[in-house]
């Protein structure tokens, strides 16, 4: 079939767009998904959000994000893991309210390092253990979190999980309804191991959530809104989605891109292109 | 011992100076050693360039850079190995004009994806090739070729050997005199794989560099800048040392940091610089 019926909108593509915004210009556009973020949701607060949702008709593909729960500090770690809890009732409830399909999904981005820490190792550490603490309420609210491998350029500020490898091996200890992967292009395409590890994310039935983007060249100047329009960059999309559709993934497909560019663009300009950069794709 | 010992000033670490200033500057700071690059040696010519290596009194410890062999174009890549084996002649005599102890290496970066391509596993394999048909002039020269894996941010538009692993899975199928690797702690330390992967090359002694600096962050907004000094980051940089004397390595230790705000200082304070920064290191 053609990408477009499984496709979603990740909110942040179009990040100016409040949450009414996003699900009408979602609809619109006859995207029959949407992948939210928590701030524009506590923006209108979560009943209100679910009532939306439910009246978009939309699927809801994952919500991001939860996570950050690297802090050396146990206060923080605390605050953290209050914050994924409320997270994970949140996505539970607003996958429950949207359209048949839709995935119970928390986007989990480890977080980095602490101010002027070298202890790359004991990070990565605390994010497993972190994850642990947070499966038994997960499993009971029947959501899936999905641990989110970042480019390893954001090792030290942003998320210290830097491979698909590194994410199953967390995943793997807990059951897989529970604890999955995101399978990001954008973070994972350089790995010459990433065929590999999107087959054995199949074999665990652990592929959670896919998200496409491109690797445009130059990077911008700010790294973190480097991405581009699939198809636009350096990215292999079709042997990708065929590797991560063949491993068994058959939920909805995100696209979802930080740049400074297409944020500043109408969103309806944004919708009509990403239709286009993926109607040539099949699933 | 000290650092300083088996300390070697690279080239670029002080870009704006010619190799005359470069080389007065290390040997006045004390530095024992020089990692240069090719386009300030073709500056003054080969044959001067050796002299004033010689009167120097300083070690060479590798040449910057060959490599740059992903092109898809046979005129290309005709270029590129023209260009590699006059490189593999520079050392070579650079080396000899050194101080005892100088290591005839070539530093191999090899290039990114040609404009517009997605085919990052053609652009690895035409590298595998590129680094093959090096290898009997190399030899002949007794000079060493050391691929250098760069940080996957690089993998599109500069070097598409993204992992220590990756490098020493080309390099294994060569001689150790003729085919090693550069650990270069800026492009590797977020590798969960690295400890590993170091020891595996200690093992097959084929650690022909060590180049140190730091991992800074935010980001610059050029990220080919994004290098501080050591100990300014997030890089474990005394376990990594350690790490790669227990492999085996013997030679120099390069600071090699691409920095604005570094190269727009005077050479003088850069290197005193550097000479506080490692000097509670020991190898």
Not at 107 to 123: H, I, K, Q, W
Not at 156 to 185: K, P, Q, Y
């Amino acid at each position: 079939m053609t990408m477009h019926d499984r496709l979603s909108l990740n909110q942040a593509t179009i990040k100016r767009a409040d949450l009414s915004q996003a699900l009408s210009a979602t609809a619109a556009a006859g995207i029959p998904s949407i992948g939210l973020w928590r701030e524009p949701v506590h923006d209108v607060g979560l009943s209100t959000a679910c009532t939306m949702v439910a009246d978009s008709g939309l699927r809801v593909s994952s919500l991001c994000r939860g996570g950050f729960f690297t802090s050396d500090d146990p206060g923080e770690q605390q605050r953290a893991r209050d914050a994924n809890l409320r997270a994970i009732d949140e996505i539970a409830q607003l996958a429950a309210a949207g359209a048949a399909g839709s995935a119970p999904v928390l986007v989990l981005v480890a977080g980095g390092l602490p101010e002027a820490s070298t202890d790359l190792r004991g990070a990565r550490e605390r994010a497993t253990t972190a994850v642990a603490d947070l499966v038994d309420a997960a499993a009971a609210a029947r959501v899936t979190l999905a641990i989110e491998p970042m480019h390893p350029m954001y090792a030290a500020d942003r998320g210290v999980i830097s491979s698909l490898r590194s994410a199953l091996d967390i995943a793997e200890h807990f059951d897989a309804a529970t604890v999955g992967v995101v399978v990001d292009a954008f973070h994972i395409w350089w790995d010459p191991d990433v065929y590999t590890q999107v087959a054995r994310a199949g074999v665990q039935q652990r592929i959670s959530s896919y998200q496409i983007n491109d690797w445009i060249t130059p990077l911008p100047a700010d790294a973190l809104l480097s991405r581009g329009l699939p198809g636009q960059g350096h990215i292999d999309l079709r042997a990708l989605t065929r590797a991560v559709v063949d491993a068994g993934y058959g939920g909805d497909i995100e696209v979802e891109i930080f740049n400074a560019d297409i944020w500043a663009r109408p969103f309806d300009d944004v919708l009509r292109d990403i239709l286009v950069a993926t109607s040539a794709m099949t699933v």
